[in-house]
């Protein structure tokens, strides 16, 4: 059975940081590419960044880029976000996934299995 437990949510002000970690068993991970997407209430869920299995390729959505990090450790089956100079618009529920895809994936229905997210909220 597949699980993936997201932690390291919280609230915090502008401009401060967060690093968000995804714990997966029951897969073998390093097979997967890793994604990371969020979630505000009325809004789809949209992509925020993604590995591959090695960590030689990471892809991040513009809004985020120079801000956020995406990095893996394959001996843990963990992956993590470190989220720095946040912005209120950063504001919402973070998800992990897995894919079993190695393209581009940008998309939710190319991924596999989810976490139930940790939320973020930023204040101003």
């Known amino acids: 059975q597949v699980q993936m437990v997201e932690s390291g949510g919280g609230l915090v002000q502008t401009g401060g940081s967060l690093r968000l970690s995804c714990a997966a068993s029951?897969?073998?991970?390093?097979?997967?590419?890793m994604g990371w997407f969020r979630q505000s209430p009325g809004k789809e869920r949209e992509f925020v960044a993604a590995?591959?299995?090695?960590?030689?390729?990471?892809d991040y959505t513009d809004s985020v880029k120079g801000r956020f990090t995406i990095s893996r450790d394959n001996a843990k089956n963990t992956v993590y976000l470190q989220m720095n100079s946040l912005k209120p618009e950063d504001t919402a529920a973070y998800y992990c996934?897995?894919?079993?895809?190695?393209?581009?994936?940008?998309?939710?229905?190319?991924?596999?299995?989810w976490g139930q997210g940790t939320q973020v909220t930023v204040s101003s």
């Open positions: 996934a897995a894919s079993r895809l190695s393209v581009q994936l940008r998309e939710p229905g190319q991924y596999n299995y």
């Open positions: 029951g897969l073998s991970f390093t097979t997967y590419t």
């Open positions: 590995i591959n299995w090695s960590g030689g390729r990471t």
